[in-house]
């Protein structure tokens, strides 16, 4: 038996073990808190049951069920043929929460070969490292329910490892499953765009010009009928909606059109803040807090140690990383959860970076001063990962991950109830947690809320919910209007009277914790 067989079995084994220790963790942390609770997931499950009963890839709880143009489909279609399996709902959640576990589990082990044949992490160092990344608190959050990013991760580190191998043996065999692997990347989140000049540049680097350009036709090819989907539907969906439900490219680029360079500086300045912020909690909550900035930059010298050590054998994934987290910095939403969509890979980083700075302590003829500063290098690593992970034992034994999908869930519940008891099925109803709504009474729904990028920056002023109230109220013409306790329109519904043919909300009840439900007079 050869040593590469020996070295491959090892890495496999490790591999598995990393999985199951993810997958058993996602497991244990799956909770019975009700989807739709956070938006996406309740548009993800009602667009997948729409493909799965023959309505197309659509929106089929707004008003005219306009096609779905927001998501990719990738992860709509495969929840599609788990609801195509055992169809009743809600009955099925217990299948459908069993999706992600596995799928997690899954990229756990891709990681760790990912962290052994590209970043040259020992069999222990990368299973340890694909653990505390892949099983950190916010992971298991987004695994606990129906978002895209497991889907995303096994994608991702397929991607990686086939593109790596495309670079480093070239032909056009490899150069079309590169391409294939980030297409469909892409079309699990929006945000794998980055893999697309990742697979590019590198092959193009490493020479092999021909592959570079094969790969890109084949995600043009794989990309393009999504995009004409996107551009052919889009103007179904009424104009207020678009803000909530429309693509995300166009969204950015016209706001950047509108506000310039200036608005990029101002949104990546409150991005690195809030990055440091968050990075500082997860990596480094049990040290002091006044220097957790210091050690999150001291953990971005090491990241980058890793990749430029890494730049030959993971050239794929060294690009793909900076092209990410230039995107995540420019892009005007919270950084957090495109940052935890890929933690695992960060995990490996930092492990890498810990290991190289090691190695460099021990490297012959180190001065004294070298070796101090490598060791200080490596504890900072250590340090992360080891602070991570309790930070991840610190939630799970006080019941963090689900906490924030319970509260949304408790504030809806009202609203739910309201709903059932006071309109008739065939009644439009404007209402926040709209998903949520439409899954649980089957009703058609309109959001009360259009999402806008200053809302990030500086909140939205009450006239302009007003406003935003008003137009989805005149586009979609719903009967009722509900609330919950502590949504922002609250205080813009009284704004509504009726003057000057706009839409007047009449109050009619109060519901149980606070919220409101208002009659609508259409002008």
């Not at 980055?194 to 995600?219: E, H, K, Q, S």
């Not at 500086?265 to 220097?291: D, E, H, K, W, Y």
Request: aromatic share 10%; proline share 7%.
């Amino acid at each position: 038996m050869s040593d590469g067989w020996r070295a491959d079995r090892r890495a496999l084994w490790f591999a598995f073990a990393a999985a199951v220790g993810v997958g058993m963790l996602a497991l244990v942390t799956t909770s019975s808190v009700p989807v739709g609770a956070f938006w996406d997931d309740g548009v993800y499950l009602i667009s997948a049951k729409s493909l799965a009963t023959g309505g197309g890839y659509a929106f089929a709880h707004l008003p005219g069920a306009p096609a779905a143009v927001h998501f990719p489909p990738a992860w709509p279609a495969l929840l599609s043929l788990v609801w195509r399996i055992h169809p009743s709902f809600p009955q099925n959640m217990a299948l459908l929460k069993l999706v992600n576990p596995l799928l997690l589990a899954m990229a756990a082990g891709l990681a760790c070969m990912y962290g052994v044949r590209r970043l040259t992490l020992p069999y222990p160092v990368a299973a340890v490292a694909v653990v505390i990344g892949g099983a950190a608190l916010p992971v298991l959050v987004f695994t606990n329910v129906l978002f895209s990013e497991p889907l995303f991760l096994v994608a991702l580190f397929v991607t990686l490892l086939i593109g790596e191998r495309a670079v480093e043996s070239g032909g056009w065999r490899w150069a079309i499953a590169a391409g294939v692997a980030a297409a469909l990347a892409v079309l699990v989140r929006t945000a794998g765009i980055a893999l697309v000049p990742a697979v590019v540049i590198a092959l193009f680097v490493a020479g092999r010009r021909r592959d570079a350009m094969i790969a890109l036709a084949v995600i043009i090819a794989l990309l393009v009928p999504w995009q004409l989907w996107v551009a052919l539907h889009v103007s179904s969906l009424a104009l207020p909606l678009r803000g909530s439900y429309g693509p995300y490219l166009d969204w950015v680029l016209a706001l950047y059109r509108e506000r310039g360079v200036g608005f990029v500086a101002t949104v990546a300045r409150q991005n690195i803040v809030s990055l440091f912020r968050t990075g500082g909690i997860a990596l480094f909550l049990f040290g002091p807090v006044v220097m957790r900035p210091l050690l999150v930059m001291l953990t971005l010298v090491i990241t980058g140690l890793a990749m430029y050590v890494g730049r030959h054998r993971a050239t794929v994934g060294v690009i793909f990383f900076a092209f990410y987290m230039l995107m995540v910095v420019a892009w005007p939403y919270a950084p957090d959860r495109f940052l935890w969509a890929i933690w695992p890979l960060v995990g490996l980083f930092i492990a890498s970076g810990a290991m190289e700075s090691a190695r460099i302590g021990r490297a012959p003829r180190t001065t004294n001063s070298a070796t101090l500063t490598a060791a200080f290098a490596c504890s900072i690593g250590v340090f992360a990962l080891g602070s991570n992970a309790g930070y991840t034992a610190r939630g799970i034994s006080r019941g963090w991950y689900d906490i924030a999908a319970h509260r949304n869930a408790d504030a809806l519940t009202p609203v739910v109830a309201w709903i059932n008891q006071h309109t008739r099925p065939t009644d439009i109803v404007a209402c926040d947690g709209e998903p949520f709504v439409h899954l649980y009474t089957g009703r058609i729904v309109v959001p009360v809320h259009v999402l806008s990028p200053d809302e990030y920056l500086a909140g939205t002023p009450i006239e302009q919910a007003a406003a935003d109230l008003r137009a989805l109220i005149i586009a979609n013409r719903p009967s009722y209007m509900v609330l919950s306790a502590d949504t922002p329109e609250r205080d813009a519904a009284p704004l509504l009277t009726g003057v000057n043919g706009t839409p007047a909300l009449i109050p009619i009840d109060s519901l149980t914790g606070g919220g409101l439900a208002y009659r609508v007079v259409l002008p």
